[in-house]
């Protein structure tokens, strides 16, 4: 085995091989870009090397400075995870000329599978299914366009060099395919320098179904399963489960040989996928081979019991297969989703930012999480905004995805918008829970999985919920004080008084109304009154008894933010210093003004050192869409302000000070 290897990576996957390599004993060697620094990958390595600037054309995608790293540390091995460098001929090449061993398939392989053009016509050589269609080198309109006539329609046109969804159009009449042939060959040749197109008929409706191939540099070849990777937006995967609920055992066998047969078919050695697309009479037709680890990977891993990286290590020191075809274990079934720092509501925009929150499910015997991020890193603009990923495992199907539901209920982010709550529309959708979802019906009907600005207000009683578990949160905090002044239940002389509580939720603030103490509580949201009784906070759970029902809730507060779980759908709320609404009068103290949620400055309307009278505006923000102005708090002098015109701060920031 080596004794050292350097992963030419970042993130999650770094990470992933990381610890691999650490139970087997070998020494790891991370590289890290200007923006990387203090990424987990660099600390949890047993040395780090810088490469270049933060973009990845700067660094993760230079071999020239990966190289010069791997000898300078005395890297036996150079381990390339996925994307950047994974899937580059060039570099496998130049690894091999330094000496050293690249941990993937062989240049020559990757070659042949690196056009989608020659790759088809080698597979439909081999015996391998593919679908009908054209990959000549003729790319003048006329003979695509009589092609196009040839194969019928719908079909499909695609870049003969591309991936990740780019290049791809679907036609479905003849007097369509010029202007679309046209916006994908521009669209290939500004993605990947070439505008050569292969055309495919287009099969309605289809699964994506990927088998997990193995060979060795002996000459052989197995495969581990497949991955059923349907539920796919913009051709980008965010539900990948084992063993596909689609497949028949006959169909699965078939698979799987054909699978076997394309791996021979180009010499492959180590790690691979072989992607088929499957209609829904079952004809399956091969679609590409990715030469590298895939992203989905501990699917299969969880399903087998076995460790792939490990396996792709002692491949490249030159091990046989561990396992003949008919040893391979298999185990329930597995289903991995990735926690992304994007925006649903906004097109999936991607984010950025400190995770100031990040709680992730414990990992158990049913539970995986694997991560490049801890709660306080940044996720940069410079990379993919992964965040995590969640992959369970349990005897059957329907079980796995209770737990799925389960681990995504306890996670909590604060900082980049997530797409957990995306998650788990998606997780609970009839699409997903029947196995009907073909690769198009994400794209075909994503307003049923996302929010939007007319999502349904929220349940008064779990809006009175969250209130109560806010006041009682404190009331813990202050519980040790025995002096009835610093308890937080309102009491007055005479009687409790009601206290006002003012939540942001969707951009929209609600005020609550909440008397009562010691876990009796009435609760008005508007025209609305809850009654709630026997409340009791404890280790994360909300017991009460809401109207006379029953309930228990997942509750987590951290700072200004508190959510709330039933089992089926999360209700998330961020606490405001005070009601906007009611000027700065709730935001501000006797002699400091305070934003009363995040937003950003437009307006300063007086200077350190001027006199001012109660009630004078002093700032004016703009948050969730309104105008708020702040005011003074008494008459005084300005000492301080501590904002300007154009500045974006966080709830409770102070603004201004007076003397």
């Known amino acids: 085995m080596f004794s050292s290897v350097l992963i030419a990576n970042r993130g999650e996957i770094a990470c992933r091989v990381i610890r691999t390599c650490r139970r087997l004993g070998i020494r790891t060697i991370a590289v890290y870009s200007e923006a990387d620094a203090d990424a987990q990958h660099v600390r949890q390595a047993d040395e780090a090397w810088p490469i270049g600037g933060p973009r990845p054309q700067e660094s993760y995608l230079r071999g020239d400075a990966i190289l010069e790293v791997a000898r300078a540390s005395g890297a036996e091995a150079i381990h390339p995870g996925y994307g950047f460098l994974s899937e580059n001929a060039d570099f496998a090449d130049a690894v091999e000329a330094a000496g050293l061993r690249f941990i993937g398939p062989s240049a020559a392989s990757m070659r042949k599978m690196g056009s989608k053009a020659g790759a088809k016509d080698l597979m439909d050589a081999a015996g391998v299914p593919v679908v009908p269609g054209y990959t000549g080198e003729d790319q003048s309109q006329a003979t695509l366009a009589r092609e196009a006539a040839r194969i019928g329609f719908p079909l499909m046109i695609k870049a ?8 791809m159009r679907i036609v479905r009449a003849l007097e369509d395919f010029i202007p679309n042939l046209e916006s994908c060959q521009r669209e290939a040749k500004n993605a990947f320098g070439r505008d050569r197109v292969l055309l495919e008929r287009y099969i309605e409706s289809p699964r994506h179904i990927e088998i997990q191939v193995f060979g060795d540099r002996h000459g052989g070849a197995i495969h581990l399963g497949e991955r059923e990777c349907s539920a796919q937006r913009r051709y980008q995967k965010v539900f990948e489960e084992a063993p596909s609920p689609f497949l028949t055992p006959e169909l699965r066998a078939a698979m799987g040989a054909a699978a076997v047969q394309a791996a021979h078919a180009i010499d492959y050695a180590n790690a691979g996928t072989v992607e088929f697309i499957v209609a829904p009479s ?8 990715n030469t590298r680890l895939q992203v989905e990977h501990p699917v299969t891993e969880l399903v087998t019991g076995l460790d792939l990286v490990e396996w792709q290590l002692r491949i490249a020191v030159g091990d046989v297969l ?3 075809q008919d040893a391979v274990p298999r185990s329930g079934h597995a289903i991995e989703v990735r926690l992304y720092a994007e925006d649903p509501d906004a097109g999936f925009l991607p984010g950025s930012g400190t995770l100031r929150t990040l709680r992730l499910p414990a990992p158990s015997a049913h539970v995986r999480v694997d991560s490049g991020v801890v709660e306080g890193d940044t996720v940069t603009i410079f990379y993919d905004p992964m965040i995590a990923k969640l992959i369970v495992h349990d005897v059957d199907r329907p079980r796995a995805l209770a737990r799925l539901r389960e681990a995504l209920a306890q996670c909590a982010i604060d900082g980049p918008k ?7 529309r998606l997780v609970r959708h009839p699409a997903i829970v029947d196995a009907t979802i073909d690769t198009g019906y994400l794209d075909r009907h994503l307003d049923e999985f996302i929010a939007g600005d007319d999502a349904a207000a929220p349940d008064p009683a779990l809006l009175a919920a969250a209130a109560v578990a806010a006041l009682l949160d404190r009331d813990a905090v202050t519980a040790n004080d025995a002096s009835p002044w610093a308890q ?6 005479g009687a409790p008084a009601a206290r006002r509580l003012v939540f942001d939720h969707r951009g929209q603030p609600l005020a609550l109304d909440v008397s009562g103490a010691a876990g009796d509580y009435a609760v008005r949201l508007d025209a609305a ?8 906070l404890d280790a994360g759970v909300l017991s009460a008894r809401l109207d006379g029902q029953g309930r228990r809730l997942a509750v987590s507060i951290i700072e200004n933010t508190v959510r ?5 759908a999360r209700l998330e709320l961020r606490r405001l210093a005070g009601d906007p609404r009611a000027g700065a009068g709730d935001a501000s103290t006797d002699d400091r003004v305070r934003a009363p949620m995040p937003g950003r400055v437009v307006a300063v309307r007086v200077q350190a050192g001027d006199a001012v009278s109660a009630g004078q505006e002093l700032l004016v923000m703009e948050a969730m869409k309104m105008e708020l102005a702040l005011k003074a708090p008494r008459d005084g002098t300005v000492a301080e302000l501590r904002a300007a015109v154009g500045e974006f701060v966080e709830a409770d920031a102070t603004l201004a000070v007076l003397e």
């Open 322 to 324: 561990p396992l003949a």
């Open 529 to 536: 009154r809850i009654e709630i009784r026997g409340a009791r």
């Open 282 to 289: 079952g004809e399956f037709y091969f679609m590409e081979i």
């Open 160 to 167: 003969a060099h591309g991936g990740g969804g780019k290049g």
């Open 564 to 568: 709330l779980h039933d089992g089926d």
């Open 418 to 424: 997530s797409n957990i709550a995306f998650l788990e």
């Open 488 to 493: 937080g239940d309102g009491w007055r002389l």
